[in-house]
């Protein structure tokens, strides 16, 4: 085994799902615990972790109901993408001291096989961007906006949760796809106002009143939009519904207005004109789009190198710190990809 000479860890921590949320998650859902670290097999490779993602899937895995990827098991550990460095490889595609990404987050240290990891080129950019803007987060922006939305340059594109991981990427690759105007919305003011700097042309606190009144003030001299790029569901997907432009798209990637509460979700009370206006909604999953990732990550990393893509983090130290960060990022206390560093 690759990695034998160095002393490998024998004990690890991880954070385990104590018992399922109803309704907010509270820190009491979740048990850090210490377990032993076993040894990878053939074919495997142990890694230790030094930084994880947190993400608002995660919500739905914590709930014990069929869904499109399975939930979460109590007293075990929560999983999701990380970022680590390979201690010992019993695989021929990693060598030791190299970066990879995985879907073993949650933990100090993680067993897996060599095919169930990437590998994690820091030249490009720093690790941590492999969590956000060039990984999973990237690729769901790009791949909703592209495929999904079926985005043509001179149309007009609206973001809820802007200033996101996800939103504020759409935004910007609207923009360097040659959108005519990108509205965003947010939380906070600060939000808005970061959302200007990233290039969108116009964007409103929904904080602030209607949000179909908030977003026709922000079209500006267009008509309507063209594209609704949907996080959050509930008043905005209403809104949005009501400003479409006959043949508009909308991309419905979350819901996270409607993941915490108890109470039945209201959908749009307009959802009837959709049919005059011949609009699409369309549902995706990231997944289903792997085949666009190459044609990603080659657009992304010539953004990101010339500057015409910015991405933002909000780091928060500790693998102990992480249901909390988890809690926040739930809360919109993020401005951009809401990430756990482990080292």
């Known amino acids: 085994m690759s990695g034998q000479g160095t002393p490998l860890p024998v004990t690890g921590r991880e954070i385990q799902l104590a018992s399922r949320p109803s309704g907010w998650p509270v820190p009491e859902n979740f048990r850090l615990v210490e377990n032993a670290v076993p040894e990878p097999g053939e074919g495997q490779l142990l890694v230790r972790n030094i930084a994880m993602s947190v993400d608002p899937y995660m919500r739905g895995r914590?709930?014990?109901?069929?869904?499109?990827?399975?939930?979460?098991?109590?007293?075990?550990?929560?999983?999701?993408?990380?970022?680590?460095?390979v201690l010992a490889s019993n695989s021929p595609n990693h060598a030791v001291g190299s970066l990879v990404l995985h879907a073993l987050g949650w933990r100090d240290y993680a067993v897996l096989d060599g095919t169930a990891a990437a590998p994690v080129d820091p030249s490009l950019a720093r690790p941590t961007a492999f969590l956000g803007a060039l990984g999973m987060t990237g690729l769901t922006a790009y791949a909703g906006l592209t495929a999904v939305a079926r985005f043509q340059p001179g149309e007009t594109v609206f973001v809820s949760g802007a200033a996101g991981a996800v939103g504020s990427l759409v935004g910007q690759i609207?923009?360097?796809?040659?959108?005519?105007?990108?509205?965003?919305?947010?939380?906070s003011d600060a939000k808005v106002a970061r959302l200007l700097e990233l290039g969108f042309d116009a964007a409103f606190n929904y904080h602030d009143g209607p949000a179909e009144d908030l977003l026709r003030s922000a079209l500006g001299d267009r008509d309507g939009i063209d594209v609704y790029f949907d996080n959050v569901g509930g008043e905005q997907l209403e809104a949005a519904i009501a400003v479409l432009n006959r043949f508009g798209r909308i991309a419905m990637c979350g819901a996270i207005s409607q993941y915490n509460t108890a109470d039945a979700a209201t959908g749009p009370a307009n959802l009837a004109t959709a049919i005059g206006k011949q609009l699409t909604l369309q549902g995706f999953l990231v997944?289903?789009?792997?085949?666009?990732?190459?044609?990603?990550?080659?657009?992304?990393?010539?953004?990101?190198?010339?500057?015409?893509?910015?991405?933002?983090?909000?780091?928060?130290?500790?693998?102990?710190?992480?249901?909390?960060?988890?809690?926040?990022?739930?809360?919109?206390?993020n401005t951009g990809k809401m990430v756990v560093t482990l080292d």
């Open 174 to 187: 609207a923009k360097n796809l040659g959108a005519a105007r990108v509205i965003g919305s947010a939380g």
């Open 287 to 333: 997944g289903s789009y792997q085949h666009l990732r190459t044609e990603f990550q080659q657009h992304m990393a010539g953004w990101l190198s010339d500057g015409r893509i910015s991405f933002d983090e909000t780091l928060v130290r500790g693998l102990e710190n992480a249901p909390q960060a988890f809690i926040d990022m739930l809360r919109g206390r």
């Open 62 to 85: 914590m709930n014990d109901i069929k869904s499109y990827s399975p939930p979460f098991q109590l007293d075990r550990a929560l999983e999701g993408g990380a970022v680590g460095e």
